[in-house]
């Protein structure tokens, strides 16, 4: 399996800033997703992060608000932008790998906004 | 679409008795099922898959899973619970394995000594 890494493990954040969630897989993945766990709460994906594209956003998430960037096989970045403190989750990303059918998950980013 | 049902959002047995969890899935296509586990503080770990192959799935720490089509059901069990499997299950779809998951809304395991 992959081994995922994100940065930074946690924060506490202002309302109204922004905060860039990074995450490092050691090995070239083709697809990359990126997950938000509210407090309390079940999984919800936000987008799937392309190489090479634009990012792809589920029912709900917008751009504006969750920019993304996938600039390689390894690495991408999650935007958490103007932050509210409905904003305070667990932000996780996910890697697939296609021949074992099944995605494996980075520790998270926990968020508080204050 | 896809989605899952988890039946209980928390489950409390005793140490050594039988461990069920149980998550009911709807989906258009044949699907990929997937059980997590969600240690406090911690990110997801997956526990089993099913992908087409055998019908009872074994995972890892002694859980097993049985994929029922005519009941579209994908329960988790394991017959002797132990202090450690305190945690989150999450049960997810997918139409893909490695593609986007769909959750359940997550069973919390309580072990009783």
């Known amino acids: 399996s992959a081994v995922i890494s994100q940065k930074p493990s946690r924060d506490i954040c202002q309302r109204g800033t922004s905060l860039t969630i990074q995450c490092q897989v050691d090995s070239q993945v083709t697809m990359m997703f990126w997950y938000r766990q509210q407090p309390g709460q079940s999984l919800t994906l936000i987008a799937t992060?392309?190489?090479?594209?634009?990012?792809?956003?589920e029912s709900g998430f917008v751009i504006d608000k969750f920019p993304i960037s996938r600039p390689n096989l390894t690495f991408s970045t999650l935007t958490v932008s103007n932050m509210s403190p409905e904003d305070s989750s667990i932000y996780l990303c996910?890697?697939?790998?296609?021949?074992?059918?099944?995605?494996?998950f980075g520790p998270g980013t926990r968020l508080t906004v204050t | 679409a896809q989605s899952v049902t988890q039946l209980g959002s928390h489950v409390s047995v005793s140490e050594g008795a039988l461990v069920l969890l149980r998550c009911n899935y709807s989906s258009s296509v044949p699907p990929y099922l997937f059980w997590y586990v969600q240690y406090p503080n911690q990110g997801l770990q997956l526990l089993l898959k099913y992908t087409s192959a055998a019908t009872l799935v074994k995972g890892i720490n002694g859980f097993e899973a049985e994929f029922k089509k005519s009941e579209t059901s994908f329960h988790l069990t394991k017959p002797s619970a132990h202090m450690s499997d305190a945690a989150e299950y999450f049960c997810a779809v997918s139409a893909e394995g490695a593609q986007k998951l769909v959750f359940g809304q997550g069973t919390r395991l309580t072990i009783n000594p």
């Open positions: 996910s890697v697939g790998s296609t021949g074992k059918n099944e995605q494996y």
């Open positions: 992060a392309n190489q090479g594209s634009e990012a792809t956003y």
